[in-house]
């Protein structure tokens, strides 16, 4: 059954760093012509946004709120997605969902996903990260 299933997250004071992680089960990365793996988070009382994207060719994108503080990665061998962040602030905390688009054919467009995180096709549970003051 096709899976993606996150950890690392937790409490951590402003300033500090944690890592998360997403296993993607089900899913041959290989074997698509590009896809865009993702980091969503959602603070409470506010909507899901889209704050880091990396295609099949490793480019990235962030939303601005994260640039230069988050750091998206990909072990494909392991079909494991990374989020660090560092320099943690308060308003990081939040649910982070890895989320996922493929692509049988033709690009994935990290632009169009990070802002409109419905073309995601798959999500998963979510890991709780809280940063405190």
């Known amino acids: 059954e096709a899976a993606l299933v996150e950890s690392g997250g937790g409490s951590v004071q402003a300033g500090g760093s944690l890592t998360l992680s997403c296993v993607i089960s089900?899913?041959?990365?290989?074997?698509?012509?590009?896809?865009?793996l993702g980091w969503v988070r959602q603070a409470p009382g506010s909507e899901r946004e889209g704050i880091a994207i990396?295609?099949?060719?490793?480019?990235?994108t962030y939303a601005d709120s994260v640039k230069g503080r988050f750091s998206i990665s990909q072990e494909r061998a392991k079909s494991t997605l990374y989020l660090q962040m560092t320099n943690l602030k308060p308003e990081d905390s939040g649910m982070y969902y890895c989320?996922?688009?493929?692509?049988?054919?033709?690009?994935?467009?990290?632009?169009?996903?990070?802002?409109?995180?419905?073309?995601?096709?798959?999500w998963g549970q979510g890991t709780q990260v809280t940063v405190a003051s």
């Open positions: 989320a996922a688009r493929f692509m049988e054919e033709g690009p994935c467009s990290r632009d169009d996903v990070l802002e409109n995180i419905a073309l995601f096709h798959a």
């Open positions: 089900g899913y041959n990365l290989y074997g698509y012509s590009d896809y865009c």
């Open positions: 990396i295609g099949h060719d490793d480019t990235t």
